[in-house]
């Protein structure tokens, strides 16, 4: 097949936390013809999200921090998620028991590949690697919150899985990540819809 994607220029618009780059490429349309695109995609690198669960007690460890686009969006910007980071030169597995250390407080086991899907293609290259994992009382090591010299004040939030299930299905639950990890963990468990 004949290539469909030239790209001609790439122009640097910001590289500080993250890469922002803006590309003009040539597209071949199915037709044959061929279209002027102009595109910007950001770049922060690939990262990993973990949803632990207590298979004693049924519960599942979340957090909830401020996002500044839903803030700038529809809502006052606190959302609850699963707990996330950036590879930082890590396979996605290490970065998901990391990041429970750091922003639960909980080290991990019987950690599950699900899988790894890009959240935002049309403009972000994220590939973001998701996980289910094991956890129970005796798994605390530290209070958890994320790391304050990175901007972190994550607040951490323990709940039966049940009570994520109809968060994500009335809505209090909106980011995809967790959306995804709660149905894998539903199907895990054999639990039929809500």
């Known amino acids: 097949m004949k290539q469909r994607v030239t790209i001609d220029k790439v122009e640097p618009l910001s590289h500080r936390w993250a890469k922002l780059d803006r590309y003009t490429i040539r597209y071949t349309r199915q037709d044959g013809s061929v279209d002027m695109l102009t595109r910007e995609v950001h770049d922060h690198g690939h990262g990993a999200s973990v949803l ?12 909830r921090q401020f996002r500044l686009p ?86 951490v939030l323990e709940m039966p899985f049940e009570d994520m299930r109809r968060m994500v299905q009335d809505g209090r639950i909106v980011d995809a990540k967790t959306l995804l990890l709660s149905l894998f963990l539903e199907r895990e468990l054999g639990l039929p819809p809500l």
């Open 70 to 155: 839903a803030y700038l969006h529809d809502a006052d910007g606190f959302i609850i998620e699963t707990c996330a980071g950036l590879l930082d030169g890590d396979d996605p597995a290490h970065c998901a028991k990391r990041e429970a250390e750091e922003e639960l407080g909980v080290r991990l086991s019987n950690l599950r590949f699900m899988t790894t899907v890009y959240m935002t293609p049309g403009a972000v290259t994220e590939r973001l690697s998701l996980f289910i994992a094991d956890y129970d009382h005796g798994s605390r090591i530290g209070a958890g919150g994320g790391e304050a010299h990175e901007g972190e004040d994550i607040e």
């Open 52 to 63: 632990p669960y207590d298979p004693q007690r049924g519960t599942v460890l979340l957090v």
